[in-house]
């Protein structure tokens, strides 16, 4: 009998001290917010939360169809990228060119990478325009991650496509929605900019530098009203932008 009530002394003790513990953990825990913990916790990085890619499935799936139907031919000039692509209209600026516009909205180079043998390889493009990484660092990543991710698409290219396809990386946009993200967008551009100056099938396609006026900001009635789009004014620098790139694709007969 006194083995078990010094048993039952023992686990009414353990219990005792578990409930102490946890009300002083909840006390520390009020103490520390009402001390300004949470404004610490508030000022820290924002991450943006991860996106699934499977969520242009079928957007995805609208480009095979244009495949199968024979409207996006093998051999043409492929577009690709963010909703810069998606709104370009292709037959209007390009009129002499077969163009394949892949431009998913929102989205950033890893769904390019992620979808690549469906968006890319399946339409063996004699060049490719890709225009990707404003929505990225939109959603706080690096210059050093758009980057990586650059090298990774012109590394699938390389290993899927004939060696002589040329990349040309449309420079990340200067808009007055991301003004303040300017000094990330700039390193992005930079790094990128020396892939394409020290390899012969890189192209850099400058659209920074005419999209900002004479104050060094970006020029207002290039976009449209929500200051990230590009209205015809814009999309008009990035058409002579690159248009000096189009010989190289096959002409429409």
Not at 8 to 30: A, D, G
Not at 58 to 76: H, L, N, R, V
Request: glycine letters at 6%; a neutral charge.
């Amino acid at each position: 009998m006194d083995s078990v009530l010094r048993n039952q002394s023992t686990l009414i003790e353990r219990v005792l001290n578990m409930s102490i513990s946890r009300c002083l953990s909840v006390v520390c825990l009020m103490a520390l917010s009402r001390s300004g913990l949470p404004q610490l916790v508030a000022q820290g990085p924002t991450v943006a939360a991860a996106t699934s890619p499977e969520k242009w499935e079928t957007d995805i799936q609208a480009f095979e169809k244009k495949i199968i139907g024979g409207t996006s031919k093998p051999g043409s000039v492929l577009f690709i990228g963010s909703s810069s692509i998606r709104k370009w209209d292709l037959p209007k600026w390009f009129p002499d060119h077969q163009s394949i516009n892949h431009g998913f909205g929102g989205s950033e180079i890893s769904d390019s990478l992620y979808f690549f043998d469906r968006a890319v390889t399946s339409v063996k493009p004699s060049l490719i325009l890709l225009y990707a990484g404003d929505n990225d660092i939109g959603k706080g990543k690096t210059a050093e991650i758009v980057h990586q991710d650059f090298r990774k698409f012109v590394k699938l290219v390389r290993e899927k496509l004939p060696p002589q396809t040329t990349v040309a990386f449309i420079a990340i946009k200067p808009s007055i929605k991301r003004w303040n993200l300017r000094e990330e967008i700039v390193k992005a551009n930079s790094l990128i900019a020396k892939d394409c100056e020290a390899d012969a099938t890189l192209e850099y396609v400058d659209v920074w530098t005419p999209m900002l006026g004479d104050d060094g900001t970006p020029t207002p009635d290039l976009f449209v009203k929500d200051g990230l789009h590009l209205s015809d004014k814009g999309y008009q620098i990035w058409t002579d932008a690159v248009m000096k790139l189009m010989p190289q694709a096959a002409s429409v007969k």
